[in-house]
Every structure is written in structure tokens, then in C-alpha cells.
């Protein structure tokens, strides 16, 4: 028999397919191939049916570029997913219930309570294995309903919202429309949040900038958890509000779906293979950086250069997620003769608008070996030199465009998955000019090593709050009256060890501080250059002042850190002493050269890398004869994985 099912179809069809309503071919091949085919040509009739021109091009832009969006499986999930109930219901049973879970949550590193659920649940469950979880691909499982609510109420916060009228159909497309920000699970959201934030609409801000800032305010009882939320994929919106933890890449999305369901213009980008954070377009051809639900967006700020740069943390590439597909012109070479990162057509670059120093790069190359040249920079932790830009050889010439400066780089061509290196390693300097590194075996010089890999942002942050710190010292233990014997003026970078402006003699010694504190080790010596030890007292409360005795354990894997302010710390030497020095470090990510480990130099020479022998510490540093000009390489065989690039520069460590 003939059911209205099958009639209702087939008139569908008709309606889609007659001559002025067919849908573009790009729409079409998706068409083709999609397993929810019936709920997207629904949708598309819907628009079609009721006249709403622009909102069926909104709906043409969603099923063109969704053949290629995908979630994980979420029933691979779910039996790990348990810990974000777990979490609910402890903040559930306070009293009143916790709504800020920056607020509940310590400061620091990784609350416990987190992480021994999750040990639970880890063994009992076993590892969550990203790789192996299978895909579901958006265009084989998404309705109808679900993007006619999306399309809706996108196109109504566009329209209404003051901060988004002036926005392009196409901005409109990249920054409001889309229903996904990166990887997450398909979840009902729009009309929810629409709903939930409404608010923002009476607060009289016309400017989206100032509208963001207030938005993003409502949002600081997220807290950020790498730690353990780096075990799972992006997180769906039921699993962040009730865990209300998350990776950066979480804090992103959840922020996306809040400003987006406003019609503030959003997205998240990252520096490849690395941390990410949100974009928002400024109206004036510049992107605002900022962390979603921790910093805030500020115009003619960089939060990647206000927030992560450091030694160890230098920007190359800063890429966006796009729901629209990007075209790069490789279609004439083999599926293995593109490298990973460019096989994602969702990914824009958008360096040269982040308010970053950036500068063009030009080097010779043949262009017998191909007719793409691609550009590397040395990953630490995967031990290898990883592609991050591209550009066409023309004349013998390649030209990189808005690249991040004071970084090394490496010129290669890339065939069959394998590189074919098209020039020595080159360092861009912050003024656009180039130093080539490759190395003088015939010329050698003195390389005083004392750390493998640059400072980090985290270890860059707790240095800087070091500068202006004073060691004092008195004979009252109340300290009325004290001598200052020095101030921190210098950024240290590693263990430093300084002369004091007096020995006294002095029974209290003392460091004091007006702002955080992150201390790894603190040794006093008298004169002769002995270490001074005695009972050590602090301004602190009992459970800052019980972590005090981490400075002077002589371990530089714990550490001493207090979060909320000012204050000092110091010891009783028991009777007045004569002060030599005092020595200090940091927090740390324990990358300087410790003391009975090996170690092992390299420098890169024909496109690899050569030893210059083995050594074990007897200090702090390591002494090595190295050929002049080479591009450097220093493993811990004994611990530890992070490993960077150097060359020497006026006797010091330049990190590439």
C-alpha cells in the first residue's frame, strides 16, 4: 500500500529538486552521502516552504560544510562520564549548593577529591582511549528540528542584538551560526542559553566588546581542569555545567555556546599542537584574544602575548576552528604528500591579525623536490620537528607570510609522510632579519648549559612575581626594626645565588613579598659558604604556614605556594650569624640541570642530529665544546621528557 509517509517524501523531493529551488551542488554531494539525508532536505523545504530567504542560504552554509563534523561516540564515553554525576552530586549536597566551582575548588594544582574520584573510576573502567572511539558524523544523525532551532534563534539574536546588526551574513555564518565549536557532542543548546542569558540584552551595552566582558563575568564559576579532563574528547554542555571543570578547550566551547546564543561573535583558536583560547573579531580587522570564563576580552590586547609567552612557549602559528571548510590548493598531490595539519579544512590561520609581532620570512630552495615548501618548528614533546605553515616555491624563492618572530624554524619538503629538508634551520629575529644556523665543526666554542628547555609561561609567571621581592633580616623576631640585605631586581631564570649587602650578625632571616608566591627552594649560607638551617615561620594562616618547610627542603620538586597575596616567610637561625648569601629558585617545571643526572648534547648537522657526548651533572650546569653557529639539542637521559631547541648567543642559552 502507498502510505502518506512515502507520498509526503516524494513531495519533498519535488519541492527540493524543481528548477528554482535546487539547492547548490556543494549542498547536493552532502546530500548524497548523508545518512539523516530526510531530516536535512526537511529542513531545507522548511526554508524554502516558508519564503525566509536568508535563513535557507544560513541553512545551505550548515549542510555544505557539515560532511566532515563529527563527535565521539558518546556511549564509549559514558561509563567514565560517570565522574561529572559524581561531581553534581557533591556540589549537590552543600550547603547552600555550589554554583562557583572556582570558588569551591582550591587554588593550585589539581584538587584531590577530583582526582581520586576519577582514579576510581580509572580503575574500574580502565583507560579512556581517545584514538580507538568511533565517530559519528554529524550529517548521518542530526534533525531537522535540531537546525531549524539553531538557524531560528541564531538569526534572532543577529537581528535584535545591538552588538551584532552591523555583522556580515558571511561573519554571521563564521562567528553566530554554526551549532558546534569544535568536537564536542551534538546537544540541544540554542534556545536554552538564548533564554538563560537574556539578560545581557538589558544591560544597555551597545559596544560587543564591553558586552562580552559582562557576559564572560557570568561565567567565572567555571574552573579549568587539564589534569584530569585531558583524559576525554571536548566535553558536551550537560558534562560542563554539571562538572563544571574543563580543559581550555572546554572553557572555550562552553564560552562559544553563551556568546554565540547572544549574538556575540565567537570563536576558539590555538597555537598548533597547544593551548587554546577564544577569539572575538573587533570590527577592526583584529582578532581579542581571551580565555573564556578566566581573562577577560580587552581591545588592543593578545592574550597569548599578555598571557602564555615565554621561552618555551614561542607563537609560530595561532590557527582558528572554522565551521567553514578551508580550500588549500593541494588537490594535485597525493593524499600522503599532505601533511596532517592541512588534511583539516577547518582550520584558518590567523596570525596576522592577533595583535602579535610577526614577520615574513624568505629563503632560496630548489623547487626540483616540489612545488610545496612547508615550514617546521620543533615540537618538545613529541621529540621532532612538526609542520605548521605552507607556501608555493616561485623562482627559488619561498615566502612564508606573518610569522611569529625570535623563534627557529626548519624549511622542508614533505613527500610519501616523510620530510626532504629544503634548507638549514633558520632563526627569525624580532626585527624580521635572519640568522642561518648551521654549524662550524672547524670553530668551536665554550657552551655553558643549564637547562634543556626554555622557562614556561607557568614558570615565566611565578619568576616574574620574584622581581621586587626583598630578603631582610633582624634580631627581633617582630622585626620592627630590620636591615634589608637585598632586592630581586633581575629576572632569574634559574637557580640564582647572591652575595648578601650584609652579614650582621642576625638571628632572623627573612623573604617578603607583596604579591604571590611560588617557591621551590630557598638556602641561606654564612660566609663561610655553609648552609644555614633553623625553624621557619611565616605570616601565613596554619595550612600556608605548614607548607613553608617545602622552600628549605632542598628538593626542588616541591614547592611552596601561596595564592592569595603578600606576606613572608623566613627562619630562626637560633642565635645571631654572620650572612654570606642566600640562593633562590622559582616554581618550576624542573627542566635546569640537576645534579647526578646524564645528559646528552646534540647539534643538528645535514639534516640530523649528531652527539657531542654524554655527561653526568656534578652541578647545575654542563660544559660542552660545540661547533660555532649550530643549532643545539640537550636530552636528560635520567628523567623527563620536554626537550627544546637552542644555539648560543654572547654565552647564553637562545631558545628557538
Same mark, same amino acid.
Given at each position: 500500500m502507498f502510505s502518506f509517509k512515502k507520498l509526503n517524501q516524494i513531495y519533498v523531493l519535488l519541492i527540493l529538486f524543481s528548477c528554482q529551488n535546487s539547492p547548490p551542488k556543494e549542498v547536493l554531494r552532502v546530500l548524497e552521502r548523508a545518512g539523516a539525508r530526510a531530516e536535512l532536505e526537511e529542513c531545507i523545504v522548511h526554508y524554502q516552504k516558508t519564503g525566509q530567504e536568508e535563513k535557507l542560504r544560513a541553512a545551505y552554509f550548515l549542510i555544505a560544510n557539515m560532511d566532515n563534523k563529527y563527535s565521539y561516540r558518546q556511549e564509549s564515553i559514558e561509563k567514565h562520564a560517570v565522574l561529572f554525576d559524581k561531581l553534581d552530586s557533591l556540589y549537590q549536597a552543600q550547603e547552600p549548593p555550589v554554583t562557583d566551582a572556582q570558588a569551591f575548588w582550591p587554588e593550585g594544582n589539581?584538587?584531590?577529591?577530583?582526582? &581520586?574520584?576519577?582514579?576510581?573510576?580509572?580503575?574500574?573502567?580502565?583507560?579512556?582511549?581517545?584514538?580507538?572511539?568511533?565517530?559519528?558524523?554529524?550529517?548521518?544523525?542530526?534533525?531537522?528540528?535540531?537546525?531549524?532551532?539553531?538557524?531560528?534563534?541564531?538569526?534572532? /539574536?543577529?537581528?535584535?542584538r545591538s552588538w551584532a546588526r552591523q555583522l556580515s551574513f558571511d561573519e554571521f555564518c563564521e562567528f553566530i551560526l554554526p551549532y558546534r565549536a569544535t568536537n564536542e557532542p551534538l546537544q540541544v543548546w540554542r534556545k536554552r542559553l538564548f533564554e538563560e542569558y537574556a539578560w545581557i540584552a538589558d544591560e544597555g551595552l551597545m559596544d560587543v566588546v564591553l558586552a562580552a566582558k559582562r557576559l564572560n563575568d557570568s561565567l567565572k564559576w567555571f574552573k579549568n581542569n587539564y589534569y584530569t579532563i585531558r583524559h576525554f574528547p571536548d566535553l558536551k554542555l550537560d558534562h560542563l555545567l554539571k562538572g563544571k571543570i574543563g580543559a581550555c578547550s572546554d572553557m572555550c566551547n562552553l564560552t562559544v555556546y553563551v556568546f554565540r546564543s547572544q549574538g556575540i561573535p565567537l570563536s576558539s583558536c590555538y597555537l598548533h599542537r597547544n593551548t587554546s583560547w577564544n577569539v572575538l573579531p573587533s570590527g577592526e580587522g583584529k582578532a581579542i584574544g581571551f580565555l573564556g570564563t578566566w581573562s577577560d576580552?580587552?581591545?588592543?590586547?593578545?592574550?597569548? &602575548?599578555?598571557?602564555?609567552?615565554?621561552?618555551?612557549?614561542?607563537?609560530?602559528?595561532?590557527?582558528?576552528?572554522?565551521?567553514?571548510?578551508?580550500? +588549500?590548493?593541494?588537490?594535485?598531490?597525493?593524499?600522503?604528500?599532505?601533511? %596532517?595539519?592541512? &588534511?583539516?579544512?577547518?582550520?584558518?590561520?590567523?596570525?596576522?591579525?592577533?595583535?602579535?609581532?610577526?614577520?615574513?620570512?624568505?629563503?632560496?630552495? #630548489?623547487?626540483?623536490?616540489?612545488? +610545496?615548501?612547508?615550514?617546521?618548528?620543533?615540537?618538545?614533546?613529541?621529540?621532532?620537528?612538526?609542520?605548521? %605553515?605552507?607556501?608555493? /616555491?616561485?623562482?627559488?624563492?619561498?615566502?612564508?607570510?606573518?610569522?611569529?618572530?625570535?623563534?627557529?624554524?626548519?624549511?622542508?619538503?614533505?613527500?610519501?609522510?616523510?620530510?626532504?629538508?629544503? $634548507?638549514?634551520?633558520?632563526?627569525?629575529?624580532?626585527?624580521?632579519?635572519?640568522?642561518?644556523?648551521?654549524?662550524?665543526?672547524?670553530?668551536?666554542?665554550?657552551?655553558?648549559?643549564?637547562?634543556?628547555?626554555?622557562?614556561?609561561?607557568?614558570?615565566?609567571?611565578?619568576?616574574? $612575581?620574584?622581581?621586587?621581592?626583598?630578603?631582610?633580616?633582624?634580631?627581633?623576631?617582630?622585626?620592627?626594626?630590620?636591615?634589608?640585605?637585598?632586592?630581586?631586581? &633581575?629576572?632569574?631564570? *634559574?637557580?640564582?645565588?647572591?652575595?648578601?649587602?650584609?652579614?650582621?650578625?642576625?638571628?632572623?632571616?627573612?623573604?617578603?613579598?607583596?604579591?604571590?608566591?611560588?617557591?621551590?627552594?630557598?638556602?641561606?649560607?654564612?660566609?663561610?659558604?655553609?648552609?644555614?638551617?633553623?625553624?621557619?615561620?611565616?605570616?601565613? %594562616? #596554619?595550612?600556608?604556614?605548614?607548607?613553608?618547610?617545602?622552600?628549605?627542603?632542598?628538593?626542588?620538586?616541591?614547592?611552596?605556594?601561596? $595564592? *592569595?597575596?603578600?606576606?613572608?616567610?623566613?627562619?630562626?637561625?637560633?642565635?645571631?650569624?654572620?650572612?654570606? #648569601?642566600?640562593?633562590?629558585?622559582?616554581?618550576? #617545571?624542573?627542566?635546569?640541570?640537576? *645534579?647526578e643526572d646524564s645528559y646528552e648534547l646534540f647539534f643538528w648537522e645535514k639534516n640530523k642530529w649528531v652527539s657531542l657526548g654524554k655527561q653526568k651533572a656534578n652541578d647545575e650546569t654542563l660544559e660542552y665544546q660545540v661547533p660555532k653557529n649550530a643549532l643545539l639539542l640537550l636530552k636528560n637521559l635520567s628523567r623527563g621528557k620536554a626537550i627544546q631547541v637552542f644555539f648560543m648567543q654572547a654565552g647564553e642559552q637562545k631558545w628557538g
Open positions: 589539581n584538587p584531590n577529591d577530583i582526582e &581520586k574520584y576519577w582514579d576510581t573510576i580509572y580503575n574500574k573502567r580502565g583507560e579512556l582511549n581517545l584514538s580507538s572511539l568511533p565517530k559519528v558524523y554529524d550529517m548521518d544523525v542530526i534533525t531537522a528540528d535540531y537546525l531549524i532551532e539553531n538557524i531560528d534563534y541564531a538569526f534572532k /539574536v543577529w537581528k535584535e576580552p580587552e581591545r588592543n590586547t593578545s592574550y597569548f &602575548k599578555d598571557e602564555l609567552v615565554s621561552q618555551a612557549n614561542k607563537v609560530g602559528k595561532i590557527y582558528m576552528h572554522t565551521y567553514r571548510k578551508i580550500r +588549500y590548493p593541494f588537490s594535485d598531490l597525493p593524499y600522503q604528500d599532505i601533511p %596532517d595539519l592541512f &588534511k583539516s579544512s577547518n582550520v584558518r590561520d590567523i596570525t596576522g591579525i592577533c595583535q602579535l609581532n610577526t614577520k615574513n620570512l624568505e629563503i632560496q630552495v #630548489s623547487d626540483s623536490l616540489g612545488k +610545496y615548501v612547508f615550514l617546521c618548528e620543533w615540537k618538545d614533546l613529541k621529540y621532532d620537528w612538526d609542520i605548521l %605553515d605552507w607556501t608555493e /616555491v616561485y623562482n627559488g624563492k619561498a615566502t612564508f607570510k606573518d610569522l611569529g618572530t625570535d623563534k627557529v624554524y626548519l624549511p622542508v619538503f614533505y613527500k610519501n609522510r616523510f620530510f626532504r629538508f629544503a $634548507h638549514d634551520p633558520v632563526y627569525l629575529t624580532k626585527d624580521g632579519s635572519i640568522r642561518i644556523l648551521k654549524a662550524d665543526t672547524f670553530q668551536k666554542e665554550k657552551a655553558i648549559i643549564y637547562r634543556k628547555m626554555g622557562m614556561g609561561f607557568n614558570e615565566s609567571r611565578w619568576a616574574k $612575581h620574584m622581581v621586587g621581592a626583598r630578603f631582610e633580616a633582624s634580631n627581633d623576631p617582630e622585626f620592627r626594626a630590620f636591615t634589608e640585605l637585598h632586592t630581586i631586581q &633581575k629576572l632569574p631564570s *634559574k637557580r640564582e645565588r647572591i652575595v648578601l649587602s650584609e652579614s650582621g650578625p642576625f638571628r632572623y632571616v627573612r623573604y617578603r613579598s607583596d604579591t604571590l608566591m611560588g617557591i621551590a627552594e630557598m638556602t641561606f649560607f654564612d660566609e663561610q659558604a655553609n648552609r644555614l638551617i633553623g625553624n621557619y615561620f611565616s605570616s601565613f %594562616d #596554619s595550612e600556608a604556614h605548614d607548607q613553608v618547610k617545602r622552600a628549605f627542603d632542598g628538593d626542588i620538586h616541591s614547592n611552596f605556594t601561596y $595564592h *592569595k597575596g603578600g606576606g613572608f616567610f623566613g627562619m630562626d637561625l637560633g642565635k645571631p650569624t654572620r650572612l654570606g #648569601s642566600v640562593e633562590y629558585l622559582f616554581q618550576n #617545571s624542573f627542566n635546569t640541570v640537576q *645534579k
